[in-house]
């Protein structure tokens, strides 16, 4: 689980995803829709319940890390209802000398949910909350100066809850619909103390149903924490694995406390996270890094949950059930030849071609006479001398072709140079 959390925090949803196991040997599969335990998120922005006061802008000082010079003087802090404040010098400018200290980021995370601002209703399922203050160049105006730049304020939780997916694996990419499963809650007779001595007495009843660790009393022995789903479904989570989560987000994502009052040049306030300037960037702890990269911490904790889910469905706490689904095969019901089609093809343009190139052809006008016979039957007496001596087709033919014409247009011009041409009863002047 530790891994998920490190690699939810350094890759992008997309690839974090794809990490999740599953076994689809064609390469395309799917599944019916299930329910399953999951990590999910939840993130809040908190921007406009900031509240503004006046201090010295010395939150800073105690947690520099070099020997750098201190200054006190007029600043400005920004602060949310449970004491997660950012304080700076007024008139501190991103990027200008000299530069003092100065806070870009700060943070206070904690696993009792009666803590936070804004998620007091996830108090029996809440894994680990922060909340989250950043400053940063104003994008408008460069030459901004505190307290005047840009202050975002957001609230983010991870919970244990039940989603419904709706699996399936296409060209060997994993695609998943996820939807909250509304109406899943922890079960009443779930995370039961089993042995619990009477010299432990609780410090009260939001303690004894916390799920949060603690160094005191998670030494006594509770049952497992129960998920119930609408159908009645359960899902468990063991002790050790709800407790082990707990601690490592505890001491991987949580400083030491800072508190902070006016006493020591500040507002009233707390925090256990932080990214400051001062000589150099320095942070407490290392963990939060990604937080102050982010540009959306909403994708950031949705990436982060997803991580830890995927951990939880593959196994990570005991023995779950296998969900068995279908394997499509890759089926060939049409086997294309293509030099077939070409050939076909190149048949069909060349028809094409010739049928245009037909029609263009005969679209040319034509003398009538080259068209039609009424020209030659009108001139039958004329050529009768001519074929009366023949008794045979062959003769016919043979006499018309020995015998020459003259052909006169409409204005009597000869068609045709007729100086050699022998006269045979066609009139000089007669029109053919």
């Known amino acids: 689980m530790q891994s998920a959390v490190l690699y939810g925090l350094s890759q992008p949803l997309n690839t974090t995803i794809q990490q999740l196991r599953f076994n689809c040997p064609s390469g395309n599969c799917t599944w019916p829709a299930y329910d399953s335990l999951a990590v999910c998120s939840k993130c809040n922005s908190l921007t406009p319940s900031l509240t503004r006061f006046s201090d010295y802008g010395g939150q800073y000082v105690p947690l520099m890390e070099d020997n750098n010079a201190a200054a006190l003087s007029n600043g400005t802090s920004y602060r949310l209802p449970n004491g997660l404040f950012l304080d700076n010098i007024d008139g501190w400018q991103w990027g200008a000398e000299p530069q003092y200290g100065a806070m870009f980021m700060t943070t206070y995370g904690t696993s009792n949910a009666s803590l936070t601002n804004s998620l007091q209703d996830l108090s029996d399922t809440l894994i680990w909350a922060a909340g989250v203050l950043k400053t940063g160049p104003d994008a408008a105006n460069a030459t901004a100066a505190w307290p005047d730049l840009p202050v975002e304020a957001a609230e983010c939780a991870l919970y244990y809850c039940v989603n419904r997916y709706q699996t399936s694996v296409r060209n060997g990419s994993l695609v998943e619909e996820v939807s909250v499963v509304d109406g899943a809650h922890r079960a009443a007779d779930s995370w039961q103390l089993v042995d619990f001595p009477d010299a432990w007495e609780a410090y009260n009843e939001s303690m004894v149903e916390s799920i949060a660790f603690d160094a005191y009393f998670s030494a006594a022995e509770r049952s497992d924490l129960a998920l119930v789903a609408p159908d009645g479904e359960m899902f468990n989570l063991s002790q050790n694995a709800v407790e082990s989560i707990s601690s490592y987000f505890m001491t991987t994502f949580q400083a030491d406390l800072q508190a902070y009052n006016e006493s020591n040049g500040t507002v009233e306030g707390q925090i256990n996270g932080w990214y400051m300037n001062s000589t150099s960037i320095q942070y407490q702890p290392s963990a939060i890094q990604p937080f102050w990269k982010s540009e959306d911490l909403n994708e950031t904790f949705v990436t982060l949950a997803t991580s830890m889910t995927n951990a939880l469905r593959a196994d990570a706490d005991a023995d779950g059930a296998t969900m068995v689904g279908k394997s499509g095969l890759m089926m060939t019901y049409y086997s294309v030849r293509w030099p077939w089609i ?38 039958g007496g004329h050529v009768r001398h001519l074929l009366e001596r023949a008794t045979s087709l062959g003769e016919m033919e043979k006499f018309a072709k020995d015998e020459k014409v003259v052909l006169f247009g409409r204005d009597g011009e000869v068609m045709k140079d007729g100086s050699n041409v022998v006269e045979t009863g066609v009139g000089s002047r007669e029109v053919l």
């Open 342 to 379: 070409a050939l076909n093809c190149v048949v069909v343009l060349m028809g094409a071609l010739f049928l245009f190139l037909t029609i263009g052809k005969c679209g040319e006008s034509a003398p009538v006479w080259k068209s039609s016979t009424l020209a030659a039957m009108s001139r």
